[in-house]
C-alpha cells in the first residue's frame, strides 16, 4: 500500500463497525488469499540490555523515570550469552530472533557490538530482527550490512494520543526511523500497542499512519498492554475483547500480505481470545517463556493451543 492509495479514516472506521461476523469473514477470506490459514510465524525475543533506559513511555518497565522494582537492569549482554540463548530458541522452534535493547538510540560502537550478535544468530541459520530505539541513517546501512532481516520501531498509537503516554520523543522521529530503515534495504516490523486508555478512533488512527508509510511494514506487531507496577498505565483497563479482536481483522483487511503478531499480552488472554485473533488474521507470535521484562505465555501451554487449534508453524 502506498500514501496515495492509504484509506481514509472514515474508511477504516467503518471497517471497525461492520457487524463482527462480516468483519471476520472479509479478513479471513483476505488472510486466505495470502496464507496458509493454520500457519504461524515464531519469534522468540531477548532483552539485550535492560533497563535505565532515558525515554518515559508510559507503559515500559525499562525507564528511568519508572520505579518498578522487579527490574533486572543489564549491560549489553556477551555475545556468547546471545548466541547460546539463540540456540535454544532454535531448539524451542523458533524461526526468528529478535533482541531489544533499552536505549533511545545507539552510539555506534553499540552498533558494532550488534552487528556481531547479528553475524551469530544468522549463523545458527535463524533470521533476525533487533529493535534498539532511533537509528541514524549510516547506523541502518551497518545493521543491513551485517545481514538484520528485521527492524522493529514501533508507531504504538495515534499521533494525537502519543503525546499523553511518551513525552520524550516525537511521533515523527519514530517515522524518521522507519524511513532509515526502509531506505537501508533491512524489512520493517512495526505496529502498536493496544490498552493505553486510547480510542477506537486512535486505534483506526495508528493503522491508518502505518498504511500512510511508502511501503507496508513485513511485520506489523500489536501487543496489548502488559500492565507494570511502578509504571504511569500500571491501572489501564484492558481493552474489550472483541474490539481488540476487530482491531485485528481491521488490520488484516487493510495488511492484507503483512505478518500480524499477537505480540505482548497473550499470557492474560484466553485461549478463546487467542483462537479468535487467529481467525480475524493474526499470524505469528512471541514463543518462549520470557519476552522482554515480563512473562510470555507458557510454551506448554502454547503448545497445546496450537494442537486444540490444528495451527503448525509456517515453513
Ligand atoms: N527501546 C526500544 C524502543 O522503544 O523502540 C525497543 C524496545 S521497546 C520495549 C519495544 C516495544 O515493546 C515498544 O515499542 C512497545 O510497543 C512494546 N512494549 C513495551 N512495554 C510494553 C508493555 N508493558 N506492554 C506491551 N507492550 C510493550
Ligand atoms: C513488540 O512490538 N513487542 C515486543 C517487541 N516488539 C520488542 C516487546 C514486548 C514487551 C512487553 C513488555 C516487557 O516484557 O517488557
Ligand atoms: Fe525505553 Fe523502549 Fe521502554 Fe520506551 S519502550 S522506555 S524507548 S525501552
Known sequence: MTTDTAPSLDRILEYFELPFNDLIFRAQQVHRQHFDANAVQHSTLLS????????????????????????AVTD????????????????????????????????????????AMIGAVKALGMETCVTLGMLEPRQ???????GLDYYNHNLDTSPEFY?????????????????????????????????LGESRRDRARLLQE???????????PINALVPIPGTPLEHAPAVDEIEFARTIAVARLLFPSSYLRLAAGRERMSDSLQALCFLAGANSIFL??????????????????FSRLGLHPTT
Open 48 to 71: 539485550i540490555k535492560t533497563g535505565n533506559c532515558p525515554e518515559d513511555c508510559g507503559y515500559c518497565a525499562q525507564s528511568v523515570h519508572h520505579q518498578s522494582d522487579a527490574l
Open 163 to 195: 503525546g499523553e503516554v511518551i513525552h520524550t520523543r516525537r511521533y515523527e522521529e519514530r517515522l524518521e526511523t522507519l524511513e532509515a530503515v526502509r531506505k537501508a534495504g533491512i524489512k520493517v516490523c512495526a505496529g502498536g500497542i493496544l490498552g
Open 140 to 146: 541502518a546501512e551497518r545493521l543491513a550490512e551485517a
Open 76 to 115: 549489553l549482554l556477551s555475545l556468547d550469552a546471545v548466541r547460546a540463548a539463540a540456540a535454544e530458541a532454535k531448539a524451542g522452534g523458533a524461526q526468528r530472533f529478535c533482541m531489544g535493547a533499552a536505549w533511545r538510540r545507539p552510539h555506534d560502537r553499540d552498533i558494532e557490538k550488534v552487528a
Open 288 to 305: 518462549g517463556e520470557r519476552l522482554l521484562t515480563t512473562n510470555n505465555a507458557e510454551p506448554s501451554r502454547d503448545q497445546q493451543l
Open 210 to 220: 502505518l498504511a500512510k508509510l511508502p511501503t507496508a511494514p513485513e511485520s506489523i
